[in-house]
């Protein structure tokens, strides 16, 4: 699933569809328990890198929260997320 946040929703049903399975079949059956660990990103800023270029830095941070948060998306659902 952590595929899908980097892939367009096409391109991810078309793999989806090479191999034959389904959002639920890859998210809830090939995985037990799903742990995810939050980006320091969110919430604790402070100890999301140590930027030489601040506005380099910001862009990081915010594309780090928006990768988390769609990692997030991605595996909602799953029955011990």
């Known amino acids: 699933m952590d595929y899908k946040v980097q892939m367009e929703e ?5 793999l989806l569809d090479e191999i034959g ?3 639920v079949t890859m998210r809830d059956r090939r995985y037990d328990m799903i742990i995810h660990l939050v980006t320091s990103a969110k919430g604790a ?10 506005e380099k830095f910001q862009d ?19 029955p011990n997320f």
């Open 45 to 54: 800023k402070d100890y999301f890198n140590l930027p030489e270029n601040k």
């Open 60 to 78: 990081g941070m915010k594309t780090a929260q928006i990768i988390d948060t769609n990692t997030i998306n991605a595996w909602i659902g799953h």
């Open 21 to 23: 399975w389904n959002v």
């Open 10 to 14: 096409e391109n991810w049903q078309m």
